[in-house]
């Protein structure tokens, strides 16, 4: 069965740090594309990150250059890094697995599996 729990959110005060991290497990392809996706309060769900099998990162213009994707095979673990936290990065986050070796969009949220999500709160 396929599974991604999320962990490491959080609340910060922005300018703050968090790191998420994803583990996956029972995931049917051997290889594919994994991605962040976000969603704040009163606003539709959005891409955040993705990086794919090859590892080529992709990156929103709202969180490029503060968030690095980055994920350990071997762990079977992805991570999102962000820096520099502002308020409206105040969302879920929610870890993603798109059957394909290589990522769509950044933007693309119609991903084959999402985890459950975990809050992350930045306050001024």
């Known amino acids: 069965q396929e599974q991604l729990v999320e962990s490491g959110g959080g609340s910060v005060q922005a300018g703050g740090s968090l790191t998420l991290s994803c583990a996956a497990s029972?995931?049917?392809?051997?290889?594919?594309?994994m991605g962040w996706i976000r969603q704040a309060p009163g606003k539709e769900r959005e891409g955040v990150a993705n990086?794919?099998?090859?590892?080529?990162?992709k990156y929103a213009d709202a969180v490029k250059g503060r968030f690095t994707i980055s994920k350990d095979n071997a762990k079977n673990t992805l991570y999102l890094q962000m820096n520099s936290l502002e308020p409206a990065d105040t969302a879920i986050y929610y870890c993603a697995a798109h059957y394909s070796s290589r990522c769509p969009w950044v933007g693309y949220i119609g991903y084959n599996h999402r985890g459950q999500g975990t809050q992350v709160t930045v306050s001024s």
């Open positions: 990086i794919d099998d090859y590892g080529t990162t």
């Open positions: 029972g995931l049917a392809n051997s290889r594919y594309c």
